[in-house]
């Protein structure tokens, strides 16, 4: 009788084993996303304004703490929060899993950097479509102050903008600049992803690092390789979710390549980098953050057993 008892149990155990390790990698990277968020929002959102025009790093910090304190730092923290949760989710998630199946396949070695590439072009893929929702909302609430009053959406939180857009703009609205979107998202994955695995492997396995230096130096790598390559469709994107029909009804874009287009025209090719450099300082310690809180939340579960 006990064994029969004992028999389900240990099936209904062995099922949510199975289960968590399947989602424990998606959990694991939307977690130490979301912490690293909170770090880095600051950064984040005075790279947002340099984009927009506003002026210098030094200029847009001291506007913002003029004009509306220090509160305006973490403007759009939720939609920023929201965006990890399911951006990051998938993206860190999906390539830990591929990646590991492909190792399996690979007789447990090392995977060649361009096959890391590879796989982080679909994992920033994936991330992308799943959170282009959430990014929508997190660029608008950013850039809501810098439009004319009679023209600010005034998005209490996340939810709220998702809310509104659906019902001003439709559904598929969500998806409005999923292209540049997906696109960036690729570029800075491969850059990331692929660089972080690599500069791991060198630090650890060539150089003898320790822990934490390989941890700090792949990612810090990793940062540049991810900002270098993504900020160019970062720049498109930006332009494109923000963009303000005039009187008329008409765009200043018709898309993503037009945008490109007139981009290089009027500025050139490094007019695509405005703001690199506040933008790899908020990408490498986002980077840096979430390989470490990644690797202290593995670490935890490790001592918990799970």
């Known amino acids: 009788m006990a064994d029969a008892k004992q028999q389900p149990q240990q099936a209904t155990a062995a099922a949510a084993t199975g289960v968590w390790k399947t989602v424990k990698p998606f959990v694991n990277g939307g977690a130490s996303g979301m912490l690293a968020t909170c770090v880095i929002q600051p950064i984040d959102m005075v790279k947002v304004k340099i984009q927009l025009g506003e002026g210098s790093a030094l200029q847009v910090t001291k506007n913002m703490l003029a004009n509306e304190g220090v509160v305006s730092f973490y403007k759009g923290l939720s939609a920023g ?93 969500l998806w409005k600049g999923a292209g540049p979107t997906v696109v960036r998202a690729m570029a800075l994955n491969m850059g990331m992803l692929a660089s972080y695995d690599q500069s791991v492997e060198l630090f650890r396995d060539k150089l003898g690092a320790g822990e934490v230096s390989t941890v700090l130096g792949a990612s810090a790598v990793s940062g540049f390789f991810a900002s270098a390559c993504s900020l160019p469709f970062d720049y498109v994107k930006t332009q494109i979710q923000k963009m303000q029909p005039d009187a008329s009804g008409k765009y200043p874009y018709t898309g993503s390549l037009d945008c490109a287009m007139k981009t290089f025209k009027s500025g050139g090719p490094f007019k695509f980098y405005t703001g690199f450099p506040v933008y790899c300082v908020r990408i490498a310690p986002h980077v840096m953050m979430t390989w470490i809180f990644l690797n202290q939340i593995q670490k935890f579960e490790k001592q918990l057993g799970i």
């Open 81 to 173: 929060l929201l965006r990890q949760a399911t951006y990051t989710t998938a993206r860190l998630g999906s390539f830990r899993v591929l990646t590991n199946k492909a190792i399996e396949k690979n007789d447990g070695k090392p995977l060649p950097l361009v096959q890391k590439a590879f796989i982080g072009l679909t994992a920033g893929a994936i991330g992308a479509c799943v959170g282009s929702p959430a990014d929508l909302a997190l660029i608008r609430m950013q850039a809501d102050s810098t439009l004319p009053v009679a023209q600010r959406r005034n998005y209490k939180n996340a939810f709220h903008a998702l809310y509104r857009i659906i019902a001003d703009e439709g559904v598929l609205a």
